[in-house]
């Protein structure tokens, strides 16, 4: 992840029309803000990223703020666009596509980067089993590395009420019979921060 200096120089970059500057934005937030968007619409997370970075990139010239304002004001793009998409699907039942395009990276150690995948599919999967409101904190507090000031304006909650949903779901995540059985303590769900 990028440190805050380098996203406020790209949030310049990107403000005045510098591609480069929005690539590097786009690399640094993406995956976080696919793995939340996957916790809140599932199957429809690809698209509603997508839609997140078109307002984005079109609302881009009215941002002002630093690094973590940046993230802060991604993720309520992110859990708005969400919330559209969950109204629409609501409304139009319709069967998931069985597969959806991942972007593919290319390492050296393919069985590693399959099981570090594997792990973040199944963090994720546990994370959306929580209630709505402590999926989305511990996503926003944990995997996105938001403070809990941003996250609450994110949630449009107050800031004890983000802590208090994501200690509740980090303490179901870690009495959690499948996390239990597989020895990892809701800490390390961090972990899927640098995938």
């Not at 996957?38 to 010239?61: I, M, N, P, Y």
């Not at 969950?86 to 069985?111: I, Q």
């Amino acid at each position: 992840m990028w440190d805050d200096d380098e996203l406020a120089a790209a949030i310049r970059a990107a403000s005045a029309g510098d591609e480069g500057g929005f690539t590097v934005l786009w690399r640094s937030l993406q995956p976080a803000v696919l793995r939340y968007l996957r916790v809140l619409v599932g199957d429809a997370a690809d698209d509603v990223a997508s839609e997140t970075w078109l307002q984005a990139a079109r609302d881009l010239h009215r941002f002002t703020g630093d690094g973590p304002a940046f993230r802060g004001w991604l993720f309520r793009i992110a859990r708005n666009r969400a919330i559209d998409e969950r109204r629409r699907a609501g409304r139009r039942r319709e069967e998931p596509a069985d597969s959806f395009a991942e972007e593919v990276t290319r390492t050296d150690d393919a069985a590693a980067e399959m099981l570090e995948r594997s792990d973040t599919e199944w963090a994720l999967r546990i994370i959306a089993t929580l209630p709505p409101d402590q999926a989305e904190a511990v996503m926003l507090r944990v995997v996105a590395g938001l403070d809990v000031a941003t996250a609450a304006r994110v949630l449009g909650k107050r800031a004890g009420a983000v802590r208090i949903a994501t200690m509740r779901g980090l303490r179901r995540l870690a009495a959690d019979p499948r996390v239990r059985a597989r020895g990892e303590a809701p800490t390390d769900l961090t972990r899927t921060r640098d995938v």
